[in-house]
């Protein structure tokens, strides 16, 4: 699936004619491929205020083999590469008043920012601020990030990051995730870490060998993509898709050596088959991705109960019922557990003709949510992706107004790949992702929808 | 006792011309003559073409029915002579007994004779029984009584009751349906060499006076064994009477009994239940 | 006869199975050939128990219609698969029996320790048929083939009539009766009495518990959909006595109280069935479930041509061989597999086995082997509902009954008897 207006906007007449006309270019994102560096380029780390992560984040990312330029080279000077990265460890805000060194470090930084560039600021959640005023100085940072995100071009993207006192060894995973092309369609977000404790040494290449992952849905689209980003990170994968997709899914298990589990995740005794075949072929499971979601759209008032009911059914009933089985069976899930569910855009912005859907991707953030101490409790995690308006085969079937608009409403101007869904998903299931937990990320290029 | 030793098989074909020319004016004794040939070694791809045509497996060892395909010319060139008594238009094979004495090898050369004796009285008719003998090494392996029954002919007085019946048991049990086809008797006719006209199409068979063409009892015989193969002794006697014509196409039955460490045998039509071979498989 | 030493085997472990859906002729699978079905289905083993680029002992498999170019079926649909190419493997035929008796292979060779693992299974499509030129054309097209020069060539082209044109077509037939199978079946039928209202119970409940078996998920795990296909086409979930009892016989029609309809015969079909067994340590190693062992097995045959005993008849025999070499009874099962080749052949099988003058006459036996409980016979269905594409049929039975086993706990028997073609049958007994 194509973007051909993406590949004829970089095209060379295509370039020309875009520009004359005012259109858009949308950029060619950045993607992870393994083997890849970290970063194509040196990082620029700043600071406003008394900043505590700076050394940390300093010596994370020379482990990674990123050269890391001193802001002083950075100002003004040219002698030096252009930035692939500009970090700021903003935890030392006290009050609005230090936010003018963050402007001071990121606009000439940021406007060195080579092209697929990443801009992430971490900072102390509003909501532990000692003072109104050092709540209104971090709280002002979002608007910032997300203003930035918008001015960004070439496929670059701003996020934040709360570090809350006493997580700070939780920074690794999304500051690696956040630099690193695994993030290419998340922009413009705002996400929590909390503390927990984490395995050492992470291999970069195979962040999930030996973890047994299950995906549900995983016979097309962006099931299928979360299996093989999975497979490719190292995990055994057990897709799962109802019997009747069972010779695409049988295609997608082949591919990747995992294996195929025939299921309709709605019956009354899916969870305890599930974990059966858990426990009699892997003794437990260590990640589980509830991805399988149906689509029965009407609107609300010419909606029958076999539309909604279905769609709560798979998107949201199945993915409670299942969780809690595995919570309730010992030894059903590994230690240091992750589950990752996929909400969606819809169950944050809504979506005309879809009040089952978002409802049912609505309540899988909550689900999540009040889920997080419970998993936090056995050194587990839960979180949720919300796709926004990713190429699939269904988004294919679109009327070319419909897809061409949504698929450009957002700040990198172009729709996401499954494989963006899938990266983010096999992020939150890394060991390394516990202080992740209870989190919604969006993958969904900084969408106008909901944002 | 003149025996008459031919270098080759004569031609069928001719004879049954010259047979249809020198019908008239028959009568008399029995020729006293013998015809023979020596040394006659089996062509492996007419035993393979007679096998496949008679459903039956093909080996080194010769079916029982197929010496016949060698001394029936013999005969034919006896029956068609001037000096044979009977007119060989009309004649009906209603019988034929077979003696296998050993296994005959394909390889082995064949002294073949045959001669014609017992011309007999027939309610319908008379008969005569044409006889062959096979040897190898100078030793009798293979010898077999075909007899003719030739309606309106007369035997000379004094002659004996002809004897063409064969008995056999119920025969209850049908073991196999065949589809008899519609080119039976040409395919048989084509491997036999045995062109009579009553076997090779509705009209031919017609102007003999049958409704339509009818497949050689020699053919059914040879059926009967390929379907029992692998369950008869190597020496063995096979004696069938030919009752009613089977006519072409047909759908018929095989009746098979257990009697005697050999077999009684009927195939008759499938509908009618019109039996057209009942035989008897004994061991020597 | 109590001191027979066994030589030092093992019993084989039945890991799991998988079928495709199986099809009427001529309707899903029209277009497939045997080797695009058993290739797709040991991909779904594959991907049942993530066996991509592993080097099985052996693969064994068949099909009853072959085509020439199925030469070597199974190994070339290993070389198409996901397992590794350096699996061998080879191809057998046992009319219906192929399947099970593929399996009775691969365990004896596991058995033995010859292997650790293999693949039993089985192929056949009544759609895309081996049709073959008349033998007359083909001895000319192949003296044809032979020919040196153009007028040796034009030599044998000139050898070619009209009539020659008309192709062979298979025919479900007995080679030596000339007897379609249900014809034969029919005969049995009439002899051993089976009436038409028993056998149409009989279909009915095959269809019923079939259609309950997909509907609470039992399939799950045994069939990888096919060309559109999820279940098998054949299946009538509605199927009830009322309708069936309209069918007019289409076997041993001559007879006016002829009983065997379209309603209590399988129909030809197509489809591909597969197992996989193994040592039960390669199935630990590779953290796979053993569902059930493969006990013993015992194959047998009757001269249905000129022995006066019915063509499917053959699994009667082997059955006392089998029970009274594993000292059990038949009624020390918990689940009984007999193969609906035809209603009545099950009804006849098993009225065969109660009666005391045939068991004593034909079996030897001083007492009958008595009654089977009904309850416990065919409970997932069976071929009559499914469909027998010939011989994949074993497999499906074979991994149907391992996991009904599994399903009822260690220590749990299963009985499996299959009817074949040529007067011959195969019976086995799994375990869990």
């Known amino acids: 699936m194509s973007d051909w207006y993406r590949d004829f906007a970089n095209s060379g007449f295509g370039t020309t004619l875009v520009k004359q006309l005012g259109l858009p270019r949308p950029a060619v994102l950045r993607r992870f491929e393994p083997g890849q560096p970290l970063l194509p380029g040196p990082a620029i780390i700043g600071s406003a205020g008394e900043g505590r992560l700076r050394e940390a984040l300093t010596e994370l990312l020379r482990a990674e083999g990123v050269h890391v330029q001193s802001p002083v080279t950075a100002d003004g000077a040219t002698d030096g590469e252009k930035p692939a990265a500009v970090i700021l460890d903003a935890t030392g805000l006290r009050t609005p008043g230090d936010l003018a060194s963050a402007h001071d470090f990121l606009s000439p930084a940021v406007k060195r920012l080579r092209a697929t560039g990443r801009v992430l600021i971490l900072a102390d959640p509003p909501s532990d601020a000692d003072s109104p005023a050092q709540a209104a100085a971090r709280q002002a940072l979002d608007g910032l990030v997300r203003s930035m995100a918008k001015e960004l071009r070439g496929g670059s993207t701003a996020n934040l990051v709360h570090v809350p006192e006493g997580a700070e060894a939780s920074i690794a995973s999304p500051v690696r995730f956040f630099l690193s092309g695994r993030s290419a369609y998340v922009d413009g977000q705002v996400m929590s870490v909390s503390p927990a404790e984490l395995p050492k040494a992470d291999d970069d290449e195979q962040l999930l060998a030996g973890k047994v992952a299950v995906v549900t849905g995983a016979a097309r689209g962006i099931g299928a993509a979360i299996a093989k980003v999975m497979a490719r990170d190292g995990a055994h994968v057990v897709a799962v898709d109802i019997p009747a997709a069972g010779d695409k899914l049988a295609e997608v298990a082949n591919e990747i050596g995992g294996t195929a589990l025939q299921l309709d995740i709605t019956a009354a005794d899916a969870p305890q088959r599930l974990i059966e075949h858990l426990r009699e072929r892997h003794g437990g499971v260590d990640v589980v991705v509830h991805n399988a979601g149906i689509t029965r759209d009407k609107l609300l008032v010419n909606m029958d109960a076999a539309r909604w009911n279905s769609v709560m059914a798979v998107n949201l009933q199945a993915q409670l019922d299942i969780t809690q089985a595995l919570l309730d069976t010992e030894g059903a899930l590994k230690p240091n557990a992750r589950v990752v569910c996929v909400s969606s855009q819809s169950g944050i912005a809504g979506n005309r003709g879809q009040t089952n859907y978002a409802a049912s991707k609505a309540g899988v953030i909550g689900m999540v949510r009040a889920w997080a101490p419970q998993f936090a409790e056995r050194g587990a995690t839960i979180n949720a992706v919300a796709p926004g308006f990713i190429v699939t085969e269904m988004t294919a079937k679109m009327p070319f107004g419909t897809r061409e608009v949504g698929s450009r409403i957002n700040s990198l101007q172009q729709g996401g790949l499954p494989v963006d869904v899938a990266e983010t998903i096999a992020w939150l299931s890394q060991p390394g992702s516990g202080g992740v937990n209870g989190q919604t990320v969006r993958v969904c290029g900084q969408s106008m929808l909901g944002a | 006792m003149a025996v008459t030793v031919l270098d080759q098989a004569p031609n069928l074909g001719q004879l049954y011309a010259k047979a249809a020319v020198t019908a008239r004016g028959r009568g008399g004794d029995l020729p006293d003559t013998r015809l023979a040939r020596h040394g006659v070694q089996v062509d492996p791809a007419h035993l393979a073409a007679y096998a496949r045509v008679c459903g039956m497996p093909l080996s080194d060892v010769l079916p029982a029915t197929y010496p016949h395909m060698l001394t029936f010319p013999l005969q034919m060139a006896l029956m068609s002579d001037r000096s044979f008594p009977l007119a060989l238009p009309g004649l009906v094979h209603v019988r034929n007994r077979i003696e296998v004495l050993r296994a005959v090898r394909a390889h082995e050369p064949l002294d073949l004779e045959v001669w014609a004796e017992n011309l007999a009285a027939h309610r319908s008719g008379a008969v005569v029984d044409l006889r062959a003998t096979v040897s190898a090494g100078g030793e009798e392996v293979w010898r077999s009584t075909s007899s003719y029954l030739a309606r309106g002919a007369t035997a000379p007085d004094g002659a004996p009751q002809a004897d063409v019946e064969v008995s056999v048991g119920g025969l209850e049990r049908v073991v196999a349906t065949w589809r008899v086809p519609d080119d039976a008797g040409r395919r048989y006719a084509k491997v036999s060499g045995d062109v009579n006209p009553i076997h090779l199409s509705g009209l031919t068979a017609k102007a003999f006076g049958f409704k339509r063409a009818i497949a050689h009892g020699m053919w059914v015989k040879a059926r009967v064994l390929g379907a029992l193969a692998g369950r008869l002794p190597d020496a063995v006697t096979v004696d069938v009477r030919f009752t009613k014509p089977l006519f072409l196409p047909s759908t018929v039955t095989l009746a098979t009994e257990q009697h005697d460490g050999g077999w009684d045998v009927a195939v008759r039509n499938e509908k009618s239940g019109t039996e057209h071979v009942v035989g008897t498989v004994r061991p020597l | ?432």
């Not at chain 3, 991907?47 to 070597?72: C, I, P, S, T, Y």
């Not at chain 3, 895309?128 to 060539?153: E, F, G, W, Y």
């Not at chain 3, 006990?295 to 029970?323: I, K």
């Not at chain 3, 030897?364 to 269905?381: Q, T, W």
């Open chain 3, 1 to 432: 006869m109590a001191d027979t030493s066994k030589p030092a085997t093992r019993k084989a472990a039945i890991v799991g199975g998988n079928r495709i859906p199986f099809a009427r002729s001529n309707s899903a699978y029209a277009q497939a050939s045997n080797q695009d079905m058993l290739t797709a289905t040991i991909d779904g083993l594959v991907a049942r128990f993530g066996l991509q680029d592993k080097q099985l002992g052996e693969v064994v498999a068949g099909a009853v219609l072959k085509h020439a170019r199925d030469f070597n079926l199974t190994r070339e649909s290993v070389l198409g698969s996901k397992l590794s190419a350096t699996t061998p493997a080879y191809d057998v035929q046992q009319a219906c029996g192929t399947g099970l008796e593929a399996a009775i292979l691969v365990a004896n060779k596991i058995a033995l320790g010859q292997i650790e693992s293999g693949i039993a299974g089985g192929v056949d499509t009544t759609s895309d048929a081996p049709l073959a030129v008349s033998d007359d054309l083909r001895r000319v097209l192949i003296s044809l083939n032979n020919a040196k020069t153009v007028q040796d060539r034009l030599k044998a082209l000139a050898k070619i009539r009209p009539g020659m044109i008309a192709p062979e077509i298979p025919r479900n037939a007995e080679p030596r009766t000339g007897l379609a199978m249900g014809d034969h079946a029919a005969i049995t039928a009439k002899e051993w009495e089976i009436g038409r209202e028993e056998q149409d119970e009989l279909a009915v409940r095959s269809h019923h518990n079939m259609a309950a078996a997909y509907d609470r998920g039992f399939f799950d795990d045994l069939v990888t959909p096919f060309l559109g296909l999820s279940r098998d086409n054949n299946l009538r979930p509605d199927s009830s006595l009322e309708k069936l009892s309209t069918l007019k016989p289409v076997f041993g029609k001559g007879d006016p109280a002829a009983t065997m309809t379209a309603g209590n015969s399988t129909p030809l079909t197509d489809g591909a069935s597969t197992v996989l067994l193994a040592s039960d340590e390669w199935a630990a190693e590779n953290g796979l479930p053993v569902l059930a062992h493969l006990v013993d097995a015992q194959t047998a045959a009757v001269d249905y041509v000129h022995g006066g005993e019915g063509l499917l008849m053959a699994p009667v025999y082997a059955m006392p061989v089998m029970l009274a070499r594993n000292g059990l009874t038949l009624q020390d099962f918990d689940y009984y597999e007999i193969h609906e080749a035809f209603a009545s052949t099950v009804l006849a099988t098993m009225k065969a086995w109660e009666d005391p003058a045939f068991c004593k006459g034909k079996l030897g036996l001083d007492s009958p082997l008595g009654p089977i409980d009904r309850s416990k016979l065919n409970v997932n269905g069976s071929s009559l509902a499914a469909g027998h594409p010939f011989a994949a049929t074993g497999g499906r039975i074979v991994a149907q009954l391992a996991k009904m086993l599994h399903e009822k706990g260690p220590g749990s028997r299963g009985l499996i008897s299959i009817c074949a073609a040529g007067g011959q049958g195969v019976v086995a007994i799994l375990e869990s």
